[in-house]
């Protein structure tokens, strides 16, 4: 049987030996195509996206390693482009920010002057306290014996509250407040203290009147409405002016 000089010589058998060769799968050059296939598989990313071989959240679009979350000619998927002006953020177009605002979840902050985004997105200032060049600053002064104090007894020292028969958490709110309240250990959280001078966000008692990142309990006071936004900014005023009895 004549058997071409061109074929590759894995092919260049007898009849008989050529069949079993072709019926067993071929010469290796078939395998090693296989072997590029599962490589090319490989660079494709999980959600679809060809990775190329680029860098671990990268993606390739025309021919370059991008990142889809911030390239705004590649937003969110190769070829989504942003509208001219617009930058790419978590993958999604939003308008540019000028001057000293962020973007915070999409929308423009000037962060020199937001309640909710003092100094940086994730940083709100507390009641009754706003944010003066990205800082936040204490409201108006407040008398502890007119504005403050009512607000703690008459809702809080009732019967089972904190009394002086059986005060919920040793705390008793019948007698000398401030003196159970300012630098008082926080014993059921292990740390902490009642009330910080000059430091609202430091001050437990903020955290049981507004009901957040408490270690236990409930919010205060228990089985009454939440106090007004004005009552709490009242509060968090004169713990920031310094926690005096005035």
């Known amino acids: 049987m004549f ?3 061109w074929l590759p010589s894995c092919l260049q058998l007898s009849a008989p030996v050529l069949a079993l060769a072709l019926s067993a799968g071929g010469c290796d050059s078939g395998a090693e195509g296989g ?7 490989e660079e494709a990313s999980d959600d679809g996206e060809d990775t190329g071989g680029c860098p671990t959240g990268q993606t390739i679009c025309d021919d370059a390693c991008t990142d889809l979350n911030t390239d705004a000619n590649h937003c969110g998927s190769c070829g989504w482009a942003c509208e001219a002006g617009a930058q790419c953020i978590d993958a999604l177009c939003v308008a540019a920010c000028t001057g000293g605002e962020l973007s915070c979840g999409g929308t423009c902050v000037d962060v020199s002057s937001s309640d909710e985004h003092c100094g940086d997105c994730d940083d709100p200032c507390a009641p009754g306290t706003h944010c003066e060049g990205g800082e936040c600053a204490c409201g108006d002064p407040v008398s502890f014996a007119t504005d403050v104090l009512p607000l703690l007894t008459d809702g809080c020292n009732g ?3 904190h009394d002086s ?6 705390l008793d709110l ?3 407040v401030i003196s159970v309240l300012l630098d008082v250990p926080v014993n059921q959280c292990g ?16 955290n049981k009147l507004l009901g957040n990142e408490m270690c236990q309990g409930e919010r ?6 939440a106090l007004p936004n004005a009552d ?3 509060i968090a005023n004169w713990i920031c002016h310094g926690a005096e009895n005035n």
Not at 35 to 41: G, K, S
Not at 165 to 170: G, Q, Y
Not at 220 to 225: D, L
């Open 3 to 5: 058997v071409s000089r």
């Open 35 to 41: 072997e590029d296939e599962a490589a090319e598989e």
């Open 159 to 161: 019967e089972n509250c």
């Open 165 to 170: 028969i059986d005060p919920s958490s040793n």
């Open 174 to 176: 019948s007698g000398d």
């Open 191 to 206: 740390s902490g203290v009642r009330v910080s001078a000059g430091n609202v966000e430091g001050s437990y008692l903020m």
């Open 220 to 225: 205060m006071p228990r089985n009454n409405p």
């Open 232 to 234: 709490l900014a009242k």
